[in-house]
């Protein structure tokens, strides 16, 4: 049976864009795959606990030494790798805040590296490449090639570094200049910001058209 794990980290609720996309992602794959099942995270409404000095000592220790702070903090480890384990595929929404990924997003991926779960410590392979991610990003701003704050971006670039240990590789789809339509000194830039927006619903619906077709 394809499972899906849809996880959003928008902190702006029904406001949210990256909400808006991955939930059109969502229906898209469940419309590809009939009796696929679903599970669902919200880090906006509920974040992780970040990894702590007991999560980073569990990571050093066999599980049979654990005290009680590290076997509780392993078992969140355990349980979110056999998530992304349970997955064919990985939704991920992913806005930009203060020029970053939402820390809600850094702690997940904090508390995904774990040796022998997500990759293996004597060869260093990751462990959960086996599926597919795909990004739903969203950012208030432009920040492509020859634009005044190009490279200022730096939830894009650092995700695919922050996962490189698990064997994961994200396929990005985002949506730019989400604040032209409400902050006024952007209004010159709504168009591009609805072609971007286009583009990216596009790309969305194209993700599992020859899954939908065989099935
Ligand atoms: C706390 C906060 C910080 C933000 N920081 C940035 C920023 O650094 N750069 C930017 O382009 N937009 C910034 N924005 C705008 C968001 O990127 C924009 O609203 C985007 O649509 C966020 O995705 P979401 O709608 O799914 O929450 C920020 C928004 C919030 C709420």
Not at 45 to 69: I, K, N, S, V, Y
Not at 103 to 112: E, G, H, M, N, P
């Amino acid at each position: 049976m394809p499972h899906l794990l849809h996880i959003d980290s928008s902190i702006r609720g029904e406001q949210s864009v990256s909400r808006r996309l991955t939930a059109r992602a969502a229906a898209s794959w469940r419309a590809a795959h009939p009796g696929g099942t679903v599970t669902y995270r919200n880090f906006g409404t509920e974040p992780l606990p970040h990894l702590d000095e007991a999560g980073a000592q569990a990571r050093l220790l066999p599980a049979d030494q654990h005290t009680p702070e590290q076997r509780r903090s392993w078992a969140l480890t355990e349980e979110l790798v056999a998530e992304v384990k349970r997955a064919d595929t990985v939704l991920l929404g992913l806005p930009l805040y203060n020029y970053g990924a939402p820390s809600s997003v850094k702690t997940w991926v904090d508390l995904l590296i774990a040796p022998g779960l997500s990759y293996d410590p004597a060869t260093g392979a990751g462990l959960l490449g086996d599926r597919e991610l795909i990004v739903l990003a969203s950012r208030g701003g432009g920040y492509g090639a020859g634009t005044p704050r190009e490279g200022w971006d730096h939830a894009e670039p650092w995700l695919p570094h922050g996962l490189s240990q698990t064997g994961m590789r994200p396929r990005f789809i985002a949506a730019e200049l989400t604040l032209a339509p409400v902050v006024p000194a952007m209004a010159e830039l709504v168009s591009l910001h609805q072609e971007s927006l286009a583009a990216a619903e596009r790309a969305i619906d194209e993700l599992w058209v020859s899954a939908g077709a065989a099935a």
